[in-house]
């Protein structure tokens, strides 16, 4: 797979980045040479080979989801440098 000048030009509009036409043929080439790197990676015979990370037979065990910070309120505001209440007091960021 190659790309022309007019795919080039309607991938970076997409992408909303502003590209000189003096640029165009910099960009095609580059990014017809990575095109051309993943036809490569796809031609590898990968049958039997497992993979590294994510898909494979291994699945993280999940915890049960459950709340285990509850009910210290008063130890978690004793760490704040100013509070209001029972509330952490930040300064006004907006005016």
Do not use: H, Y
Not at 12 to 30: K, M, N, T, Y
């Amino acid at each position: 797979m190659s790309l022309d000048t007019a795919t080039v030009r309607r991938v970076a509009s997409l992408a909303r980045l502003r590209v000189e036409e003096a640029e165009l043929p910099r960009l095609e080439a580059e990014l017809n040479g990575i095109l051309g790197w993943i036809e490569q990676l796809q031609a590898v015979d990968t049958t039997g080979v497992e993979p590294m990370a994510g898909g494979g037979a291994e699945q993280l065990r999940l915890r049960e989801d459950r709340v285990t910070d509850g009910g210290i309120q008063q130890q978690v505001l004793a760490n704040a440098p100013d509070r209001a209440d029972v509330f952490f007091s930040v300064p006004k960021v907006v005016e």
